[in-house]
């Protein structure tokens, strides 16, 4: 059974770079989430050795981020740990975390969210904080990185709360579908 699996290897190794970078190109396109759910699976499942993966690994980070971003099911986001797992297992530090130096921040996290995004039975909390430990200090280094921050047009809010503090000179608004489970007391003066 060797045999076959190496002749399987040796006739897809020409095919991985254009495949990896088709796919690469289908994920981050205009399609359904379902669909770019398998083209990251895909990427990530490859039949190839880690060893022929190596000058392609950039490739993979993308698709990898994305899987652990939790965009589709928590099956991508198991297959995307057991990846990140594999390559911190076999591939020397130094070497892996010079490739995904540019997707470090959110591959990070990607991890730390999983964490919060948990229950208490969750197999892939359970492998997020694993791969955490593996990482080491580099887990941390992202806590000095700034916070991927999303602006929100006030226009684009239809309802919102003016929320005056103490010693402020200026209201804050609350969009409306971001007050949930909070009560609000109101002081008469």
């Given amino acids: 059974t060797s045999t076959k699996y190496d002749e399987m290897y040796s006739e897809f190794l020409p095919l991985l770079p254009s495949l990896l970078q088709s796919l690469n190109r289908l994920q981050s396109g205009v399609h359904k989430q379902a669909m770019k759910d398998i083209f990251i699976e895909l990427c990530l499942t490859v039949p190839v050795r880690l060893s022929n993966l190596l000058p392609y690994l950039p490739a993979l980070m993308d698709p990898l981020v994305s899987a652990l971003n939790g965009a589709g099911s928590n099956t991508l986001i198991a297959q995307g740990l057991r ?36 229950s208490e039975n969750d ?55 971001k ?6 007391i109101l002081l008469v003066t």
């Avoid at 280094?141 to 602006?151: S, V």
């Fill in 83 to 118: 990846t990140l797992e594999l390559c911190i297992d076999n591939l020397q530090p130094n070497f892996f975390y010079d490739k995904i130096e540019p997707v470090r921040a959110e591959l990070i996290q990607s991890l730390w969210q999983t964490l919060q995004n948990s």
């Fill in 123 to 177: 197999n892939n909390a359970k492998t997020a904080f694993r791969v955490l430990g593996k990482c080491g200090a580099r887990n941390r280094k992202t806590l000095q990185d700034p916070p991927k921050l999303e602006y929100v047009h006030p226009d684009a809010v239809a309802a919102s709360v003016l929320v005056w503090f103490p010693n402020s000179s200026y209201p804050v608004k609350l969009p409306i579908q």
């Fill in 179 to 184: 007050v949930r489970c909070c009560h609000v």
